[in-house]
């Protein structure tokens, strides 16, 4: 049974940090693309950040860069995503994704086809 489950996430003040991890179980996660996405209230669902399955190949948004760091942990099949300074802008539900049919890494949200449940991000 394939399970993605994020958590980390929370509400904080602009200028401050949260650190996203995603759990994943029953498929084999080092061999796959990982990415982060968010979805805020009436807009379509966006690229944050992915990373290829050795961690070599790295992706993100413009908005994010230079704030967000992805990384993954293959041994223990969790993806995190480390969130600093923080903008209101952030506000969104974040999920992560696996692209277990399409060995392609970028942000482009249909590659991916395994969906965690997301985790609320709230900057005020």
């Known amino acids: 049974h394939v399970q993605l489950v994020e958590s980390g996430g929370g509400s904080v003040q602009a200028g401050g940090s949260l650190r996203l991890s995603c759990a994943t179980s029953?498929?084999?996660?080092?061999?796959?693309?990982m990415g982060w996405f968010r979805q805020a209230p009436d807009q379509e669902r966006e690229g944050v950040a992915t990373?290829?399955?050795?961690?070599?190949?790295?992706f993100y948004a413009g908005s994010v860069k230079g704030r967000f760091t992805i990384s993954r942990d293959n041994a223990k099949n969790t993806l995190y995503l480390q969130m600093n300074s923080l903008e209101p802008e952030d506000t969104a539900t974040y999920y992560c994704?696996?692209?277990?049919?399409?060995?392609?890494?970028?942000?482009?949200?249909?590659?991916?086809?395994?969906w965690g449940q997301g985790t609320q991000v709230t900057v005020s």
């Open positions: 994704a696996a692209a277990t049919r399409i060995g392609w890494c970028g942000l482009w949200v249909p590659t991916y086809d395994t």
């Open positions: 029953g498929f084999n996660f080092s061999a796959y693309c």
């Open positions: 990373m290829s399955p050795g961690g070599t190949g790295i």
